[in-house]
C-alpha cells in the first residue's frame, strides 16, 4: 500500500475544500487499484460531490440545519455549536473508497473529492491518502 498525508488550513468558518486535483496526482501513475481518502478528525468529513454549482454552500448550509449551533448539546466544550460539529461524521463519512483504473479516479461527470469542515475552533487539517494496487 501507498499513502501520502496531505496537510492544509481551513478558516475561522464553515467550509468544503476540494480535493479533487490532489487526489487525482497522488494515482495518476498507479494504474488500477483502489483509493481511499480518509480523514482524521472527529469534527469534519469526506464527501464525493458536485462542487462550484452551489452545491458546496447548499451543503454547509444544510449542515447548519440538520446540526444547528445553538441546540443544547451536551458536548460543551469549544465555541458555540461545537457540539455539533462532532455529530458530522456521522452524517458525512470521514472516509470515502474510489476505484482507480489505469491511473485515473473513477469519479462520475460531476463528482469531486471534497473535505467537509463546519468546525470554528481547529484549522489545521489533514486527510491521508491511501492506494492499494489492484
Not at 469526506?46 to 462550484?52: D, K, P, Q, R, S
Request: charged share 20%; proline share 7%.
Amino acid at each position: 500500500m501507498e499513502t501520502r498525508l496531505l496537510e492544509f488550513r481551513t478558516g475561522s468558518s464553515p467550509q468544503t475544500v476540494d480535493l479533487t486535483s490532489e487526489v487525482g496526482q497522488f494515482v495518476a501513475d498507479k494504474g488500477d487499484g483502489i483509493l481511499q481518502v480518509f480523514c482524521p478528525h472527529a469534527t469534519a468529513g469526506v464527501a464525493l460531490m458536485e462542487t462550484g454549482a452551489g452545491s458546496d454552500a447548499d451543503l454547509l448550509d444544510i449542515i447548519d440545519h440538520l446540526l444547528p449551533p445553538d441546540f443544547r448539546y451536551r458536548h460543551q466544550h469549544g465555541s458555540p455549536g461545537h457540539g455539533a460539529d462532532h455529530l458530522l461524521p456521522a452524517i458525512i463519512a470521514p472516509s470515502v473508497t474510489i476505484p482507480v483504473i489505469d491511473g485515473r479516479l473513477q469519479l462520475g461527470t460531476w463528482q469531486s473529492v471534497v473535505f467537509v469542515d463546519p468546525n470554528r475552533d481547529n484549522p489545521n487539517r489533514q486527510v491521508r491518502l491511501s492506494f492499494l494496487a489492484g
